[in-house]
């Protein structure tokens, strides 16, 4: 991301802290705007000028999309007042803004659900490539999404309809995992993927929490994988840092080390 758009984002992060009353509508209101400017290439350009006036963004804004949330009307303001260093950008942070809005009005499981669709989606190549593919319609595509979507709360199913609708290039699993760690962020908190040998019980869970904690300076939500491979211990990602204290680690240090 660019300068100017890190800035930009900035200052749409603080407008969502600000914002009263959010909700999945307004959330929901964002993602589909987004959904339109991104189907729009002059819309799109328009939006992202950086000499253009910001108030006439904000008409333009208006105009296009009639009758909308107050919150998410006001938000969208913000977001196509800012200066973006691409149009892309500008587009990236308006979905970023819908799924944050979406998060901060919700108690659903978000994460844990994106989780699970996402190793759903891991599971079975061809409905990855499906999802993922440029051809075939948005409609088909979230109609496809409903099959790993059975039982999801209303704020995930919005999420992933969203994100299988315009994934922009990007994998479908690429877009799950990024959704998780903004719905994560948005609620104050990182995400861990835990991988156990066999799962792990509520004390264990509690120490896990309490060394990223200490490690990262807060809290994390904790995703776990079962994995009978690593033998015993435990091996933990968050973002691109791993923990590794598995059993195979340390066999696979000592064979190196007898056979050096």
Same mark, same amino acid.
């Given at each position: 991301m /660019?300068?100017?758009?890190? *800035? %930009?984002?900035?200052?749409?992060?603080a407008a969502v802290a600000?914002?009263?009353g959010?909700?999945l509508?307004?959330?929901a209101a964002?993602?589909?705007?987004g959904?339109?400017?991104?189907? @729009?290439?002059?819309?799109?350009a328009a939006?992202?000028?950086?000499v253009a #006036?910001?108030?006439a963004?904000?008409?333009?804004?208006d105009?296009?999309v009639?009758?909308l949330d107050s919150?998410?009307?006001?938000?969208?303001?913000v +977001?196509?007042g800012?200066r973006?260093?691409s149009?892309?950008?500008?587009?990236? /942070?308006v979905?970023?803004?819908?799924?944050?809005?979406i998060a901060?009005g919700?108690? #659903?499981?978000? !994460?844990?659900e994106l989780?699970?669709?996402?190793?759903a989606v891991a599971a079975?190549?061809?409905l990855?490539?499906?999802l993922?593919?440029k051809r075939?319609?948005?409609e088909?595509?979230r109609?496809l999404?409903?099959?790993?979507?059975?039982g999801a709360s209303?704020?995930t199913? !919005?999420i992933?309809r969203?994100?299988?609708?315009?994934?922009r290039?990007?994998?479908i699993r @690429?877009?799950?995992s990024q959704?998780?760690q903004?719905?994560?962020d948005q609620q104050?908190?990182?995400?861990?993927?835990?991988?156990?040998?066999?799962?792990? &019980? %509520?004390a264990?869970r509690?120490r896990i929490?309490?060394?990223?904690r200490a490690?990262? /300076?807060r809290?994390h939500? +904790?995703? !776990?994988i079962? &994995?009978?491979?690593?033998?015993?211990?435990?091996? *933990? !990602? *968050?973002? &691109? #840092?791993?923990?590794?204290a598995?059993i195979?680690s340390?066999?696979?240090e000592?064979?190196?080390?007898l056979?050096g």
């Open positions: /660019g300068s100017a758009s890190r *800035v %930009a984002m900035i200052s749409a992060k600000k914002s009263n959010l909700n509508v307004a959330g964002i993602l589909s705007v959904r339109a400017i991104g189907e @729009t290439p002059a819309l799109r939006l992202a000028n950086p #006036d910001a108030s963004k904000a008409a333009l804004i105009s296009v009639g009758a919150s998410a009307k006001s938000l969208l303001h +977001i196509v800012e973006w260093s149009a892309d950008e500008m587009l990236a /942070g979905e970023e803004i819908g799924l944050r809005v901060s919700s108690s #659903d499981p978000i !994460e844990t989780f699970t669709i996402a190793r079975t190549p061809e990855e490539l499906a993922s593919a075939g319609g948005a088909a595509k109609t999404a409903d099959a790993v979507l059975n209303d704020s199913t !919005e992933v969203h994100l299988v609708s315009q994934p290039g990007r994998r @690429t877009l799950l959704a998780q903004i719905v994560a104050g908190r990182g995400v861990a993927i835990v991988t156990v040998a066999s799962p792990l &019980d %509520a264990q509690d929490a309490s060394v990223l490690r990262f /300076g809290d939500h +904790i995703d !776990e079962v &994995d009978d491979t690593i033998v015993g211990g435990f091996t *933990v !990602e *968050v973002g &691109d #840092d791993t923990i590794d598995s195979r340390r066999l696979t000592l064979s190196s080390k056979a």
